[in-house]
């Protein structure tokens, strides 16, 4: 997952920009400019200013809504590195690459779905991994012993082994979390993603949650085109809830339409409503533009029931 997304000839390291409509998928504030709204609304209430980092920035589309000098954007894409500088936003290729050493906030949409992932599977009373061999020329699947930090991720979840479900293990999510804490000690975290509780595993119909994305549709089986499609996955918060206590955060967990609603959506919307029936023509046709787009975050079937995950430092 991680040579077909990040290598020299990965997904996101060619000269397409894949976050936009001409791309491949569209994320929240691509949909709206107001998440990114919403979003700073709720960075003022709480006061914060101090070297504001947002990880996986990609284009900007969410940290150009920031209403601070003080603000950086982490992207591993060269390709969506040069449009972030086009608009005069600080980045950096790493998190290593950062000079400061503290944050009031660090936060990311759609990034933790990203971080490559192993895979488990539980068999005859044991615990397998999923591997990618190389196999007369072509790729394919086969099953190996777990090592012994997967399973030891697997322990720590209290996940229990099922035959008829795969387990997305987060162990890279886990070190992220660690060295963005160790290198900046934010005093915030926010991350938003698609994802589930633990406990919710085994209402999902599928049985393996990765999935690729191509053209913003669903595409193929993830070896078969490696470097062409999105790898991407469902979040298991609850264990990113239990990593971030672990490193010293207390956390809350929301639906992205809820923390929206609580931040200002309605006032935003009302404002629209109001302008719509004042406007006519092509700035009609644009206020009706952006009320879709503020509906489709809020939409319990799409974006809205996405998660939000709020970290404080104790």
């Not at 980045?91 to 936060?107: G, P």
């Not at 699947?141 to 035959?163: C, H, M, P, S």
């Not at 207390?250 to 609580?262: T, V």
Request: net charge negative; hydrophobic share 35%.
């Amino acid at each position: 997952m991680h040579e077909a997304l990040y290598s020299k000839y990965g997904f996101f390291n060619n000269e397409k920009v894949r976050s936009q409509k001409g791309g491949d998928f569209l994320t929240s504030p691509e949909v709206s400019e107001y998440f990114g709204k919403i979003l700073n609304k709720w960075i003022q209430k709480n006061n914060l200013d101090l070297n504001i980092t947002e990880f996986g920035s990609g284009t900007g589309s969410l940290i150009e809504q920031i209403d601070s000098e003080n603000k950086f954007a982490v992207e591993i894409s060269s390709t969506a590195r040069g449009e972030l500088s086009k608009k005069n936003i600080k980045n950096f290729e790493s998190l290593e690459n950062l000079t400061f050493r503290n944050s009031d906030l660090v936060f990311g949409n759609e990034v933790l779905d990203n971080i490559p992932c192993s895979v488990a599977i539980y068999k005859d009373n044991k615990w397998l991994e999923k591997i990618v061999t190389l196999e007369n020329g072509g790729l394919s699947y086969d099953f190996v012993e777990a090592r012994k930090e997967t399973l030891d991720w697997i322990e720590v979840n209290q996940i229990k082994g099922d035959e008829n479900i795969d387990i997305e293990i987060q162990t890279n999510i886990d070190i992220f979390l660690e060295n963005i804490i160790n290198k900046l000690s934010p005093k915030n975290i926010l991350f938003f993603d698609y994802g589930f509780e633990q406990k919710d595993r085994g209402k999902r119909k599928y049985r393996s949650l990765i999935r690729t994305y191509k053209d913003h549709h669903l595409s193929v089986d993830p070896i078969l085109e490696p470097g062409y499609v999105d790898i991407t996955y469902d979040i298991n918060f609850s264990s990113v809830i239990r990593k971030l206590k672990t490193l010293g955060y207390e956390s809350s967990l929301f639906l992205q339409r809820d923390f929206l609603i609580s931040n200002g959506f309605n006032e935003y919307f009302d404002n629209l409503q109001n302008k719509l029936l004042l406007s006519e023509g092509m700035e009609n046709l644009k206020i009706n533009s952006q009320l879709s787009g503020l509906k489709a975050l809020i939409d319990s079937n799409g974006l809205g029931g996405f998660y939000c995950v709020e970290a404080k430092k104790i």
